[in-house]
């Protein structure tokens, strides 16, 4: 099975305090891996620095077999990105937002397919500022397919959705899967990761918890189902 992604004792430090500690973890292309953890336990850090956004303080990354800082626009190619940061340019509508960034790659999907799989077609010539915060998280999402990737990071990828929207989402991406699309994904919903996840990455304040598949960590923790299997690994029990 090809390898996609690779992190080797990812660390990474911000303002003297080390955000990410010795992350190691291999995801194979057409996985589904899922990195868990609280609140400021470094899952978007980990993101931005197998990305290469952040520079590692020690460790490294390989992307595609590719080291993302040093071959930054070929990795750009081949991967889509949905941040919980993103913001938009003022007075843009949906369809030259896409445009634009379609521009930008030499094989880019059909952005009216992606609007129409999303249940967006409709705001195709809406400004999007005008957009609910459902709608451009949604939105997000088409924006990190347009480059029609290899590898797809997804960080809180629901988030702002009622429940009828998220298991909407939920179901394409399903059907993305079988594509062999790899993706790696953030997210505080344990149902979402029970759907979507191949594989699961636990963190606390940086440090790897627990690793495997879900059926693993359900039969390690004696749980029914993800949501206490997850407060089991990362709640009181484990802070001695």
């Known amino acids: 099975m090809s390898i996609a992604i690779v992190a080797d004792h990812l660390t990474k430090e911000i303002g003297g305090k080390r955000i990410v500690n010795q992350l190691s973890f291999t995801i194979n292309k057409g996985e589904v891996f899922g990195l868990l953890g609280p609140n400021g336990a470094g899952k978007t850090t980990t993101i931005e620095t197998l990305l290469g956004i952040k520079r590692p ?13 040093k071959r930054r626009r070929e990795v750009f190619e081949k991967v889509g990105v949905q941040l ?5 340019q003022n007075n843009i509508r949906v369809n030259e937002l896409c445009r634009e960034l379609a521009s930008l790659y030499q094989q880019p999907r059909d952005y009216r397919e992606l609007l129409r799989l999303f249940k967006l077609e409709r705001f195709e010539k809406q400004y999007v500022e005008k957009l609910s915060g459902g709608e451009k998280q949604k939105l997000s999402i088409v924006l990190a397919l347009i480059p029609n990737p290899e590898i797809i990071f997804l960080d809180e990828l629901t988030t702002g959705l009622d429940t009828e929207a998220r298991r909407n989402v939920w179901q394409t991406l399903l059907k993305l899967k079988k594509t062999n699309l790899t993706m790696f994904l953030t997210t505080h919903f344990m149902e979402e990761a029970e759907v979507l996840c191949d594989r699961i990455y636990i963190i606390k304040n940086g440090n790897v918890v627990v690793e495997g598949t879900i059926p693993e960590l359900l039969s390690e923790s004696s749980q029914s189902n993800l949501e206490d299997a997850y407060l089991w690994y990362v709640g009181e029990e484990n802070d001695a």
């Open 84 to 88: 919980q940061s993103s913001s938009y």
């Open 57 to 69: 303080d020690q460790g490294s990354a390989r992307i595609l077999g590719l080291n993302p800082r």
